[in-house]
């Protein structure tokens, strides 16, 4: 008898994969690489990845883990905390809904729907911490990180697909 994974979810290690995946890229993310100005502009692995797994293997990124996700890089970044949290359930939010519109397409329209997704979540973020320190903070620092990891997108996912392929 042939016995198969079931199409939609997956248990053990290659079911926990996602979310083992995006906390190692969450490690990357917060390693100190180069100089203070390099920190700055660091892509957000952490919002790619969500982005990518929910894209594919929604059932496998769960509420939960966006939000333990983004708490820890909350703690890890010193931000306002919930801030990221609210990022990456805003990302799965909106992933949930919208999915059925790009599902299927070719990759450069994933990219594309992830570039404009980055960009409402940075703004709102720029305006939450400007909110929170009573003062509009620059907004050229989150434009380039925004950049920067817009571009990070296609490499990233590549190797997230890779991985995928290998252990889902």
Known sequence: MNARRPVITSFGFA???PVISTFVLAMLM???IGTGAANVAMPHLVMIAV???LSSRPLLMPYGACAV???MLDLWLDVPLGLNMVLLLLTR???LNQLKHYKGRNRIVHWAVFTVLSLGLYTLSWLVVSAVYGEFWPIQPIMLQWAVTAF???PVAFVLGRLRRAIL
Do not use: D, E, N, Q
Request: proline share 6%.
């Open 152 to 154: 990070s997108y296609a």
């Open 15 to 17: 079911g926990l994969s």
């Open 30 to 32: 917060l390693l100190p």
């Open 51 to 53: 982005f990518y797994w």
């Open 69 to 71: 996700l983004g708490f």
């Open 93 to 95: 939010l909106f992933v």
